[in-house]
């Protein structure tokens, strides 16, 4: 199973990013992918998941502003990030699992993880 993660980059506040998260060897269909993030010296913190049946689920921090999406012909997870902000700025990951629900911050429900691509929101 392989996830390769891009699309990171450098913004300044209030632009936006796509993220995406290409799978080999595992059907996006049939697993959750949760897009996470870690910024300096802090947690690795659940930002986004997406269910095989479609139901989305977000932290409070980017409700409203990121949108989780999924292509089932490329086999390819989305992450949309609009109206960025400094506190955006984190190493961003994509993992892919079948966490219950109550544990999808949880990074340890995760067998698969992509390597991960720096977000900059900066002015």
């Known amino acids: 199973v392989q996830l390769q993660a891009s699309g990171g980059g450098f913004v300044q506040p209030g632009g936006s990013l796509r993220l995406s998260c290409a799978a080999s060897?595992?059907?996006?269909?049939?697993?959750?992918v949760t897009w996470f993030r870690q910024a300096p010296g802090k947690e690795r913190e659940g930002v986004s998941h997406r269910r095989s049946s479609g139901q989305t689920w977000y932290s409070d921090s980017v409700k409203g502003r990121f949108t989780v999406s999924r292509d089932n012909a490329l086999n390819t997870a989305y992450l949309q990030m609009n109206s960025l902000e400094v506190d955006d700025t984190a190493v961003y990951y994509c993992a892919v699992g079948r966490p219950i629900l109550s544990s999808w911050r949880n990074p340890q429900s995760y067998s698969y993880w992509g390597q991960g691509t720096q977000v900059t929101v900066s002015s």
């Open positions: 060897g595992v059907s996006l269909n049939s697993y959750g």
